[in-house]
């Protein structure tokens, strides 16, 4: 015998030991592996229902070789589960097992039926939609045929409301807005002005949004009578447009002093002066702010005294209120703008040494006061004084200094990168300082600031605290002051010149620019009443001063 048959008898030895042991709970059947042919089944069950009940495991005939063994074959039959039954009852082998075989190709066709039956009606649906798609693009063309047939009747009626919506876009370009005072609502700027201002036909689109009038006469508007604006107003207005009074500090002692005016010439009607003088200040505030835009400084002195105004509710006479208020803005005028000019000019000469060159840009009332105290102190040091046009206000500096002994040149801005090198220090005055450290002042300061920095020169800036504000600004466009175009049109030398009819030429503008910004990086230090503080030190100042009033 081979070893193959050894193995299978000593397999079917153990099924039968199997059986004898199991006897009552389950069935194991082996069939003849000669009557299956190439391949033998084993079923192994436990019930009587070998149909429902029996696994048919089909096995290929092994090769005959010594290394499969008959106990791994037998692991390997005996590890699949069966499912328990209820009864104890046995079967034949070739009964079980042809049951079995017939069963199992029986149960495929059923489910087959089934799953074709289930199919139709989803491949009739798909049709039923593949047709209803065919039918609705057969139909789109024929609609869209028919609505073209429809539009084409009121065409021309169409072609008429085009041309009319085309028309009215035209006329409404070409209608010139109204600028606003640093205000988006253009509508409510234009409500709350006092004169009647013609606005500039020839702006630079950029600066559009900057008020810039034509030059002329100053008009009330018929809403308004000349009792309702004081003559101490009426008089600072004009001087305001015609450029007679100048610089931030002069405009707002100017305007402090003709409130003060204001103030004592006022009655009120019913005896309440906070709420009276609150409505009747408004006119007057309006027509200077439409006679040239306000500066920071100015609108800080404007909001000090609503604030006393306020203070005055708790006041018994009107005589006392107007007293009290006339009192805090000259307390204002005195601390915040002379005195504190005074302890700028001290803190300033202290910073000049014998043998500085110090370099300054246009005109600034405290650098002026500096370089003059300095001098009387006996320093020895020489000052260099930059000036652009159209203002040309480094030449009235020139005169005051060189009156007085100090040693000075000037030069235009175009030189600044020859004489920069030579430079110890830069003094520079103020428009305003932002919060965010950026300062805005006359155009050209940036520039000076820049070429200052790129050669290692301290740039130092000389301001009052009362010209600090809690806007921040990044750029020279959203807040600016337009001057008038015909300053940079005329020259000493020529009346007009080649662009004395520049306001007919379509192609031309002229941008007056007056102030530019400076970054705070290229600052130094800044110069104030309450010390030498770098620029990031300014939002610390608005907080004690806030906290103050």
């Known amino acids: 015998m081979t070893s193959y048959e050894d193995s299978n008898r000593e397999f079917e030895r153990r099924i039968d030991s199997l059986q004898e042991k199991q006897k009552g709970s389950g069935i194991v059947t082996v069939p003849n592996p000669v009557q299956l042919g190439s391949s033998f089944t084993r079923t192994i069950g436990f019930d009587t229902a070998p149909s429902s009940s029996a696994i048919p495991i089909s096995v290929p005939p092994r090769s005959k070789t010594p290394s499969q063994s008959p106990a791994n074959e037998a692991v390997g039959l005996l590890s699949g589960s069966a499912p328990l039954g209820s009864s104890n009852k046995s079967a034949s082998p070739d009964s079980d097992n042809n049951k079995s075989a017939v069963a199992k190709p029986k149960q495929n066709q059923k489910q087959n039926q089934q799953n074709q039956k289930q199919g139709q009606p989803n491949q009739q649906n798909q049709q039923n939609q593949q047709n209803q798609k065919q039918k609705q693009k057969q139909e789109k063309p024929a609609k869209e045929g028919e609505s073209a047939k429809g539009s084409s009747r009121p065409s021309s009626a169409n072609q008429q409301n085009q041309q009319n919506q085309k028309q009215s876009q035209k006329q409404n370009q ?117 006679s040239r835009p306000l500066a920071i400084s100015m609108g800080n002195a404007i909001n000090y005294m609503k604030l006393a105004v306020n203070a005055t509710k708790n006041l018994a006479g009107d005589q006392e209120a107007k007293s009290y208020v006339v009192e805090k803005l000259d307390r204002f005028l005195q601390e915040r ?175 007056n620019l007056m102030y530019d910004l400076t970054p705070s990086e290229f600052i130094v230090m800044i110069i104030t009443e309450v010390g030498m503080i770098p620029a990031t030190s300014i939002p610390a100042v608005l907080r004690e001063y806030r906290l103050a009033l």
């Open 174 to 290: 070409s209608k010139p807005s109204a600028p606003a005072q640093f205000d988006i609502k253009r509508g409510k700027a234009e409500k709350n002005r006092v004169l009647d201002l013609k606005p500039s036909q020839k702006q630079v689109q950029l600066f559009s949004h900057l008020p810039q009038y034509e030059r002329g006469t100053l008009k009330l508007k018929t809403s308004f009578s000349a009792s309702e604006i004081h003559p101490a107003i009426v008089e600072l207005g004009l001087k305001y447009a015609e450029g007679v009074i100048t610089g931030s500090n002069a405009r707002c002692v100017a305007l402090i002093e003709a409130f003060q005016k204001v103030i004592k010439d006022f009655k009120a009607p019913t005896g309440v002066f906070w709420k009276e003088f609150e409505l009747y200040s408004r006119p007057q505030v309006q027509f200077l702010v439409d």
């Open 337 to 511: 703008i002379v005195i504190a000019d005074d302890i700028i000019v001290g803190y300033a000469c202290e910073k000049i040494y014998d043998g500085d060159v110090i370099l300054t840009y246009g005109r600034s009332y405290v650098v002026e006061q500096v370089f003059l105290k300095a001098h009387e102190l006996g320093k020895k040091f020489r000052v260099v004084i930059v000036d652009s046009r159209p203002k040309n206000e480094g030449k009235t500096l020139l005169h005051n200094l060189v009156q007085h002994g100090v040693k000075c040149s000037y030069v235009t801005i175009n030189a600044i990168s020859y004489v920069i090198k030579d430079m110890s220090k830069v003094f520079v005055g103020a428009y305003t300082m932002m919060a965010n450290g950026n300062l805005v002042s006359r155009s050209g300061t940036g520039l000076v600031a820049m070429m200052a920095h790129s050669h290692h020169i301290p740039f130092i800036v000389c301001c009052e605290t009362y010209k600090f504000t809690e806007r921040v600004q990044l750029e020279s466009f959203s807040f600016n002051e337009l001057g008038d175009p015909e300053e940079i049109v005329k020259t000493d030398k020529y009346k007009s010149g080649i662009l004395e009819n520049w306001k007919n030429d379509p192609h031309l503008t002229v941008l």
